[in-house]
């Protein structure tokens, strides 16, 4: 029975396209659908990779209500793009209040959009694009507004995304001598790069 190929129409038909593409779809449309595929696919691969960098996509900030929160979110053994460190961070007025945050994680030659409302410098240093006016933030710079949902940097307030932790109230340890303005633990702050968020943790003394 080796060779064997049984005398069945399916088989002896060759294959006919004109029989399975409809006739308004062209070989342009096709062709089209193909480069879209590959698009996608190469934007799936850079996303994962923790190289995205769209202008458009804006940066979310997360604040957690403790190390331990966090640890939840991200265990033992999340890779460096989902927790990178972030080395600085820098507050600056343009025509509205911009967040630069400064991490190691491309050494390839970048061009940041200075119009987002949060700029990331994957390089290490935004010295190049310095120009005097930028504000280095330290520990005392920066507090969460619980009650308005808001990053505080000096005098510029940004939106926070999401808070996840313990519900806050003017009783807890944290908030006694800070009222609605809770300070954030300047050591622990971390950029995920798979989904461009910007992670802050709550100096609750856990």
């Known amino acids: 029975m080796s ?9 002896q038909q060759k294959l006919n396209l004109n029989s ?9 449309s096709i062709q089209y659908l193909d480069m879209l595929f590959l698009h996608i696919l190469h934007f799936l691969i850079t996303y994962i990779s923790g190289y995205v960098s769209i202008k458009d996509m ?10 331990r929160y966090y640890k939840g979110h991200y265990p033992l053994g999340t890779t460096i793009f989902q927790e990178t460190p972030v080395y600085d961070m820098y ?10 945050i400064v991490t190691q994680t ?3 030659k970048e061009r940041p959009s200075l119009t987002k409302t949060i700029v990331h410098f994957r ?3 935004p010295d190049k694009y310095l120009e005097g006016d930028e ?3 330290h520990q005392e710079s920066l507090r969460y507004n619980y009650k308005k949902q808001q990053l505080e940097v000096g005098k510029f307030t940004f939106h926070v995304n999401r808070y996840i932790g313990d519900k806050i ?8 001598f800070f009222r609605s303005r809770v300070p954030l633990y300047y050591r622990y702050r971390f950029y995920d790069a798979t989904r461009d968020r910007l992670c802050l943790i709550l100096n609750s003394r856990e």
């Open 91 to 100: 507050a600056k007025m343009d025509n509205k209040p911009h967040l630069w």
């Open 169 to 176: 109230t003017r009783t807890n340890k944290i908030t006694t």
């Open 3 to 11: 060779g064997y190929i049984p005398k069945c129409p399916h088989f």
């Open 58 to 67: 804006a940066t979310d900030i997360f604040v957690y209500g403790s190390l």
């Open 123 to 125: 390089n290490g240093t």
């Open 135 to 137: 504000i280095l933030l």
């Open 106 to 108: 491309n050494v390839a």
């Open 20 to 28: 399975i593409i409809p006739k308004e779809v062209s070989t342009t």
